[in-house]
């Protein structure tokens, strides 16, 4: 088995996520802050994969409450297809619903009491979690 490396692309900050080698739990793994360069931010996604030896990078999917496919997914897919543009052929790259994956995530992290200010610096990666563990429950 190998690991699979969950990504929450957001606009500042970028979240991931990192499963253990068995593919069944997701763990928050890193948050990389956006640069303003975006070729860069792949290149810290790929080499957060490569680094965690995972063979499989899943994006995930902004989709929207109504179906209608807005600016967030329509980014997010031309993100997904830079990033597998610059991967090694051996890591594979697909796209998976992440609706709601913030919305997840603060709430768990209010839940367990994790202070506001803290929250803004892991909500990311945890966001990805949250996606990644879908991900992970429905490829089980």
Do not use: W
């Amino acid at each position: 088995m190998s690991r699979t490396l969950g990504v929450d692309l957001g606009e500042r900050r970028i979240g991931l996520a990192i499963s253990d080698p068995l593919g069944t739990i997701a763990s928050p793994y890193l948050v990389i802050e956006r640069r303003g360069n975006p070729a860069a931010d792949y290149k810290a996604i790929i080499a957060a994969a490569v680094d965690a030896d995972a063979m499989k990078i899943v994006v995930g999917l902004p989709r929207s409450l109504s179906g209608r496919k807005g600016p967030a997914e329509r980014s997010a897919i031309s993100e997904c297809d830079a990033i597998r543009a610059l991967v090694p052929e051996t890591i594979e790259v697909e796209m998976f619903d992440e609706r709601l994956t913030t919305v997840i995530a603060q709430r768990s992290l209010i839940e367990a009491g994790v202070r506001r200010k803290n929250r803004k610096k892991i909500v990311d990666k945890v966001a990805a979690a949250v996606m990644l563990q879908s991900f992970l429950d429905s490829h089980g």
